[in-house]
């Protein structure tokens, strides 16, 4: 009995000696294969998850870089659109006061020839009637009142013998050596009022499709910036569509324009 309880006490004792060897040599026991290991089908379903997380990941990366690329491009495009809008506007405005100033510098010109018509009917009226009186130091006086274009006219005018010949014209007006400068400049300015005016209407135009394509770039702006705001990734993409179609219309329009002058 004695060597058997002696027994009993040694065997724990060299198991536990076992242990510790164990443990000094870095050897640790491997856990039960049920309790801490993975079968082949959690394994699977744990790197099938990873990659769906990792491919997620991916792709909202790089729809956030388009995002960030359709802001950057339409604020650059907005700003230029903005600008030029406002260049044609300050174009036209300075277009059509040329224009109104050059037609009241015509209506200037065209009073001025109108006095100095009415003038010219005057004096010659003067002369007809000391001519029909017979009246000879009256008619030299009058002639010496004549304005040289007035002369002119008039002296072709009594070549035609007005007191004899009915198919004479009326007077030195009606002739076509009577000339009037200031009619004559009168006409080209309200003609030169006439072009200035329809290139200022023109360039106010062109400078409101600018604003309406600003508009059109300021709504590629909101729709893209809320976008940011969806944690859904098929409604930031499809948000990004929208934006994407109306900036390339307003690129095309934008095309079309002509550009500012510097």
């Known amino acids: 009995m004695l060597a058997s309880l002696v027994r009993g006490a040694l065997v724990p004792s060299v198991m536990t000696g076992r242990d510790d060897d164990r443990a000094c040599s870095g050897v640790v026991a491997s856990p039960a294969v049920g309790e801490a290991a993975l079968g082949p089908t959690e394994t699977s379903r744990e790197i099938a998850e990873h990659a769906a997380h990792h491919g997620a990941g991916r792709h909202d ?6 995002e960030a690329a359709l802001l950057a491009i339409v604020a650059l495009l907005a700003a230029w659109s903005g600008y030029s809008a406002a260049k044609w506007s300050t174009e036209s405005r300075i277009t059509l006061s040329m224009a109104n100033a050059t037609r009241n510098a015509g209506n200037t010109e065209e009073l001025a020839a109108l006095d100095e018509r009415i003038g010219d009917g005057l004096v010659f009226n003067a002369w007809l009637g000391a001519h029909a009186i017979g009246n000879e130091s009256a008619t030299e006086i009058a002639l010496r009142r004549f304005r040289p274009e007035l002369r ?7 070549a035609t013998d007005p007191d004899n010949n009915p198919d004479a014209p009326p007077g030195p007006q009606a002739m076509p050596q009577y000339r009037q400068p200031e009619r004559a400049r009168a006409a080209a300015k ?3 009022a006439d072009r200035l005016s329809d290139e200022g209407s023109h360039q106010a135009e062109t400078g409101d499709d600018y604003v309406r394509i600003t508009v059109y770039l300021a709504s590629v702006l909101f729709i893209v910036g809320i976008s940011t705001q969806f944690p859904l990734r098929s409604a930031r993409i499809a948000l990004i569509s929208i934006g994407g179609v109306i900036l390339v219309f307003s690129v095309v329009q934008l095309a079309g324009l002509p550009a500012p002058t510097f």
């Open 152 to 158: 002119t006219a008039f002296d072709a005018w009594i």
């Open 190 to 192: 309200k003609a030169k």
């Open 61 to 66: 990366r790089v729809v956030t870089i388009l």
